[in-house]
């Protein structure tokens, strides 16, 4: 891959004002020294970047040399602590990836958080997770993945009360002091949304993309 033209794409996004980059996927660590690269270069320029990884790929040695390029977030995908159909990234297929990550934390100053699916088929696996997240001092965030009929109580079938006391349970936690990136109003929104009654979050995520092809 040409490192010019990736230099030149951060170079073009700091022009904009942008600070804040993160590398999404697919799994961004299939290209581990495309992403390395990446992350030096932008991290030089001052730029905090964030990377989602389901962790497979992220062993002690990756971890130390995006560490020390200048990574600012890890964002880990995991769904289940077991892995189920349909749910592959689960916990235990990462664990020593993942306890080496949390534990370099206070070296190189980046922080970690667990990025979490509620689905039909993990909600007891949700609760496990959040706890998790609490013993090891890191925070987690929630999306509602069920949505082949916009968003509504059907994409959840007879389970809809279930994921309703489980979004009760992370607003209790929420308020009890758990590190979570959605805030109580955003959880209650996603209540509103598993029945079809929550206006369009205002995330323009999708607006401020940059495609660097490999």
Known sequence: FPYTTLFRSIDWLHSTGCRVIGLMGGEPLVRMA?????????????????????????????????????VATFNVAIDCI??????????EHIRENFDYLVKLQSRYAYTVFLSINITRFNLDDVRLL?????????????????SPRGHTAASFGEQVGQ????????????????????????????????????????????????????
């Open 163 to 214: 994921v309703d006391e489980l979004l009760d349970y992370l607003i209790d936690r929420n308020r009890a002091g758990y590190a979570m990136v959605n805030s109580i109003e955003h959880l209650r929104l996603m209540k509103g949304l598993l029945h079809g009654g929550a206006a369009p979050w205002p995330c323009r995520g999708g607006q401020n993309m940059v495609v660097c092809r490999t």
């Open 130 to 146: 959040t706890e998790f997240g609490r013993q090891n001092g890191i925070a987690t965030a929630y999306h509602l993945c069920e």
């Open 82 to 91: 077991r892995e189920k159909p349909a749910l592959p990234k689960a916990l």
């Open 34 to 70: 495309f992403v390395e690269q990446f992350v030096r270069y932008a991290a030089g320029k001052g730029c905090y970047v964030y990377l989602p990884t389901n962790g497979r790929l992220l062993t002690p040695d990756a971890t130390d040399r995006l560490a020390d390029a200048g």
